[in-house]
């Protein structure tokens, strides 16, 4: 939630249970696997040849649903976990997102550096991404398939991962035999959701907002993969830590004055509005602000977003509102209220260095432990973006409706009425 990366949390092991099934005749059988005409090994794996295949693939998740961008682009956001049963420490070297299956056409592909940017341990008390994954340790590669059209994006996809492997930590030598020092796997299958992103309203009203830490690159939401609700969450794959600036400085500042006073900057008090009609299930509105650019290092997971509202939007989604003024909320829970009405204040408190609104949606009224989804906003006017501190405007500036602003775009939201 506030713009430096946020802690990730060690993760417990999850293990499935078998299952059985009993035949007409009351005797136990084995459930049938989708695997069964393989015995078992699964596709992209040979019948006539034991390989090793130290990493173990698997999808985390909802199933993902596409979304389109201000780029025009449509991104599939998701993740994959990987676990190293090796005894050689895991350096994932390339990675291939393959179509429908391991013998499909090649739609995204990552070289070793982009991989390694997008690989987080979830061994260590940290939100850097790791070089490599240690002996028995598992890493979360979060990834971020982008394609022309929704047409485009395959119903199915899985993933070829090619691995080089350090020395042995066992003090077996014959274990350096049986692991060659490159593998190569197939694994992680997803199933793209069938569903669409939510449409809302806008969040705030006026000019120079800037999406900071969006979608879909690596930013501190995007790696926010953390130990909640008994699973490996992505907390924040789609939220935005809305900043505003001013777009006619050649700095683009986002304060006045020297910034020691939360007052000094742009996005501070601004009226925060109801995305859609709904129904207020949660208030916090007595926590204080945070000095700016001083993190708050005593908070328990429930007050990282400091003051909050949570509105119940219907169809089993919620709307998430994060740092607001202490005392501000203009609501209670059991309110109905109407799309653009304002149900507080922006301000400074919880995890965060700077005045902002931290915005996402997701399938419960809990901000990290439910599942994080994708949402377009109806109507906005699409500047520009942000690049080395300076605005770059563009492409195609003007209204944009239906889109989900893209991490360091800038947008101007319609007036209050």
């Known amino acids: 939630m506030r713009r430096v990366p946020l802690l990730l949390v060690t993760c417990a092991a999850l293990v499935a249970a078998c299952s059985s099934s009993v035949d007409s005749a009351g005797s136990t059988q084995p459930s049938t696997s989708v695997d069964d005409a393989r015995g078992g090994?699964?596709?992209?794996?040979?019948?006539?040849?034991?390989?090793?295949?130290?990493?173990?693939?698997?999808?985390?998740?909802?199933?993902?649903?596409?979304?389109?961008?201000?780029?025009?682009?449509?991104?599939?956001?998701?993740?994959?976990?990987?676990?190293?049963?090796?005894?050689?420490?895991?350096?994932?070297?390339?990675?291939?997102?393959l179509a429908g299956g391991p013998d499909g056409k090649v739609v995204a592909s990552l070289s070793k550096d982009e991989v390694l940017a997008r690989t987080y341990p979830l061994a260590k008390f940290e939100a850097e991404p790791v070089t490599d994954i240690p002996v028995g340790r598992t890493a979360v590669l979060v990834l971020d398939d982008v394609y022309d059209t929704r047409a485009d994006v395959p119903a199915e996809v899985t993933h070829r991962l090619t691995t080089t492997y350090g020395p042995s930590v066992a003090q077996d030598p014959s274990l350096d035999a049986r692991y060659p020092d490159t593998v190569t796997q197939i694994g992680g299958a997803i199933t793209t959701g069938t569903g669409s992103p939510v449409i809302i309203g806008p969040p705030l009203t006026g000019d120079g907002w800037v999406a900071a830490n969006g979608c879909c690159v690596i930013t501190s939401h995007r790696g926010a993969m953390m130990a909640v609700g008994g699973r490996i969450n992505?907390?924040?794959?789609?939220?935005?830590?809305?900043?505003?600036?001013?777009?006619?400085?050649?700095?683009?500042?986002?304060?006045?004055?020297?910034?020691?006073k939360n007052e000094d900057y742009l996005a501070y008090d601004a009226p925060l509005l109801a995305v859609a009609d709904g129904t207020v299930v949660a208030v916090v509105s007595d926590k204080q602000d945070e000095p700016p650019h001083q993190v708050n290092q005593t908070l328990t997971l429930d007050q990282l977003g400091g003051n909050y509202v949570i509105i119940d939007i219907g169809d089993g989604n919620y709307a998430f509102y994060a740092h607001m003024i202490p005392g501000s909320a203009s609501v209670k829970i059991g309110d109905r209220v109407s799309r653009g009405q304002v149900i507080g204040n922006l301000g400074n408190s919880g995890n965060t260095t700077e005045a902002h609104l931290h915005f996402h949606v997701t399938r419960a009224p809990v901000p990290l432990s439910s599942d994080n989804v994708p949402y377009e906003i109806d109507r906005f006017a699409f500047v520009g973006s942000t690049a080395t501190d300076r605005l770059v405007r563009g492409p195609n500036a003007g209204d944009r409706t239906d889109q989900l602003p893209l991490e360091g775009d800038i947008v101007n939201f319609p007036a209050l009425p």
Do not use: C, F
């Not at 907390?235 to 500042?253: C, F, G, H, K, Q």
């Open 41 to 97: 090994v699964p596709p992209g794996y040979p019948l006539d040849v034991d390989v090793a295949a130290p990493l173990v693939i698997t999808a985390l998740g909802p199933d993902p649903i596409p979304v389109t961008g201000t780029d025009g682009k449509v991104h599939v956001a998701y993740e994959i976990e990987v676990l190293n049963l090796s005894p050689r420490p895991a350096t994932v070297t390339a990675l291939e997102t």
């Open 234 to 260: 992505g907390t924040e794959r789609y939220a935005v830590d809305w900043m505003r600036i001013d777009s006619n400085s050649p700095e683009l500042s986002s304060q006045r004055g020297d910034g020691s």
